[in-house]
């Protein structure tokens, strides 16, 4: 059974640009977690999808969005990137339908550095 | 919101020693979730808890849900090199949405 995988596994960027960052959960997992690891900061919740919706969201500005189709692929963007977007983002895919909860299964993680 | 407290943050130790390290809360969590980060890797789950005072193993590893909820253990005998890396708790919440996640234990095991 594949697991989560994420793409690309590494980016640069320059301030100001914009990053779409892209998740494939394993297959039968609906539900699609984010989370923004820094060395100082741990796991910070960004956001969850379940079945094409967004059903929780975490402290984060509006720079940060995310989507997931049809098929529970994942994308999220981050706009006008700043330095202190540099970050490893991870992806979890879940198979509980209820919110919150069950095993997370990461990704690898995409690591941005904002330059 | 609910905060999860890991220590020690960071443990130098032998081969062959053993590890604990801990994960508390304020609140009452019914699920306790322990993975492991791998240098450049995402977390991997190792144990999961689902019961108050429950002991589960797995390998080397032993894990103990806390009888107030609010606490849990991780143990590692005998420790190898590639037990390196990020040991992360975390407690799923259905109110918040979402599984909050301790700041991790760094563990390095020299040979």
């Known amino acids: 059974k594949a697991g989560v995988t994420q793409t690309p596994r590494y980016l640069i960027k320059t301030r100001g640009q914009q990053v779409t960052l892209s998740c494939s959960p394993i297959?039968?997992?609906?539900?699609v977690s984010w989370y923004q690891q820094t060395p100082g900061q741990g796991l910070q919740f960004l956001f969850e999808?379940?079945?094409?919706?967004?059903?929780n969201k975490g402290n984060f500005p509006g720079r940060f969005s995310g989507r997931q189709f049809s098929n529970s692929r994942s994308e999220m963007n981050v706009s006008t990137l700043e330095l202190g977007d540099s970050a490893l983002y991870l992806c979890?895919?879940?198979?509980?339908?209820?919110?919150?909860?069950?095993?997370?299964?990461f990704g690898e993680g995409s690591r941005l550095t904002v330059l | 919101g609910q905060q999860l407290n890991q220590s020690p943050q960071s443990m130098f130790i032998q081969e062959g020693e053993d590890v604990s390290m801990n994960c508390t809360s304020s609140?009452?969590?019914?699920?306790w979730l322990w993975y492991k980060q791998d240098p450049g890797e995402g977390p991997v789950l190792l144990i999961a808890?689902?019961?108050?005072?429950e002991l589960t193993s797995n390998g080397r590893l032993t894990a103990q849900f806390g009888i107030t909820r609010k606490d849990s253990f991780l143990n590692i005998s005998a420790s190898i090199p590639s037990d390196v890396g990020i040991y992360f708790c975390?407690?799923?919440?259905?109110?918040?949405?979402?599984?909050?996640f301790g700041d991790g234990t760094t563990l390095t095991v020299k040979p």
């Open positions: 979890a895919s879940s198979l509980s339908q209820d919110r919150g909860i069950g095993e997370l299964f």
């Open positions: 609140s009452i969590f019914n699920t």
């Open positions: 975390a407690g799923p919440n259905t109110n918040a949405g979402k599984s909050t």
């Open positions: 808890l689902y019961k108050a005072g």
């Open positions: 999808y379940f079945s094409e919706t967004q059903r």
């Open positions: 297959s039968g997992h609906r539900s």
